[in-house]
């Protein structure tokens, strides 16, 4: 097949078609908002940038109003601040105080998730004394070990390993090569990622003088129901206790989550950050991406740790908390990073200064105390 013939197929859609063509009274019938002009048929949603005349698109705030004028969409999801501009064209409008949060269920309606078929293919290995539910689709060369449990309609994708003792919880899906290892929890409508490793190993060993004895890591991984684990994402059980994932926690993809940790509710941590062991981390915080926190500290809940932040104490009162080097051109970042380096020396600098205009101000005045 060519591609003028590929082009050729079908109504002309920038992104993948929705299941079904949607009418725009029904989702504001079942989503909320109000729609302002004429009820449309929308076969699928697209950015800005992209979307053909039948496909939904959205307008965050008033700084991307200029990327309407070349828009193709002709039915855009809007607070109402933008209406009137964008109402512009005879467009139809979705009106909302959070365009972003309807663009996620819209979407979620209009592009569900394929369900499970049901049935355990023939070339999967399976072990002995477990439960699979009958509604539960397990694909081709996936290794299920014994005494594990799946509850219903999950769907276990092509070379996942699931250890011994293993529990799954219904609606959940792993994809393509995940590992859970022996006795790890997963909770009700988890979604795991590609080459994500659940309960390997935690980092733990002591030094005996010549060598390292390594420390039996006999703890779990549990984790909450609605949680989603990004890909190639690392968890480690606990030591003695477990390592625990709250609901709907949200960890993106190449996230390092060592032994003992216990993250809250709520909580997202973004791609590339790194949680060293036994710490403590709040409900509903945001970790950006390649932050490192330290082990064995406490987060409070509510906490914003910014991207690239090295958290190397415990935070008890929630706030937006950052250590990140601003960015700049090299030369910039030479020049601070020299001066940097002279910072004790230039603020024994300031303190002579300082005593230097105090004595002159009030020659009485007793000389401060040195540093020690």
Not at 238 to 261: C, E, K
Not at 269 to 278: F, K, L, N, R, Y
Request: aromatic share 4%; with cysteine.
């Amino acid at each position: 097949m060519t591609v003028s013939e590929a082009d050729d197929s079908g109504p002309r859609t920038t992104g993948p078609a929705a299941t079904r063509v949607w009418r725009l009274s029904e989702l504001v019938r079942l989503l909320g908002g109000r729609l302002r002009g004429a009820d449309r048929d929308i076969r699928g949603i697209a950015a800005l940038d992209g979307a053909a005349a039948d496909e939904l698109s959205f307008v965050v705030s008033v700084k991307h109003l200029p990327e309407l004028a070349t828009c193709r969409s002709a039915a855009l999801i809007v607070p109402p601040a933008c209406a009137d501009e964008a109402a512009m064209a005879g467009r139809s409008l979705i009106l909302t105080p959070d365009p972003y949060l309807y663009f996620a269920r819209a979407a979620s309606l209009m592009y569900p998730a394929t369900p499970a078929r049901g049935g355990v293919d023939p070339r999967c290995v399976v072990g002995v004394d477990g439960v699979i539910a009958a509604s539960t689709e397990v694909r081709a060369l996936a290794c299920i070990g014994d005494r594990v449990t799946i509850g219903e309609r999950c769907v276990i994708h092509a070379g996942v390993v699931i250890g011994d003792d293993v529990r799954i919880g219904d609606d959940s899906v792993l994809h393509p090569r995940v590992v859970v290892h022996d006795g790890c929890t997963i909770g009700r409508r988890v979604t795991i990622c590609s080459g994500a490793v659940i309960g390997a190993d935690g980092f733990g060993m002591a030094w005996d003088g010549e060598r390292w004895c390594r420390i039996p890591q006999r703890g779990r991984v549990v984790i909450g129901d609605d949680a989603e684990i990004g890909a190639n994402t690392a968890i480690d059980r606990g030591t003695l206790t477990d390592t625990v994932i709250g609901r709907d926690v949200r960890i993106d993809n190449l996230v390092q989550i060592a032994h003992n940790v216990r993250i809250g509710d709520h909580t997202a941590i973004a791609g590339c950050a790194g949680v060293a062991g036994s710490t403590r981390i709040g409900a509903r915080c945001l970790i950006g991406g390649a932050a490192m926190v330290v082990g064995h500290l406490s987060i409070a809940d509510g906490t914003t740790i910014g991207a690239g932040t090295r958290v190397s104490k415990s935070v008890r009162e929630a706030g937006h908390y950052t250590s990140y080097f601003p960015f700049s051109t090299f030369d910039d970042w030479r020049l601070n990073a020299a001066h940097l380096r002279q910072l004790d020396r230039i603020v024994g600098r300031v303190k002579e200064v300082e005593a230097a205009v105090r004595a002159l101000k009030d020659p009485q005045a007793p000389a401060p105390p040195k540093d020690p």
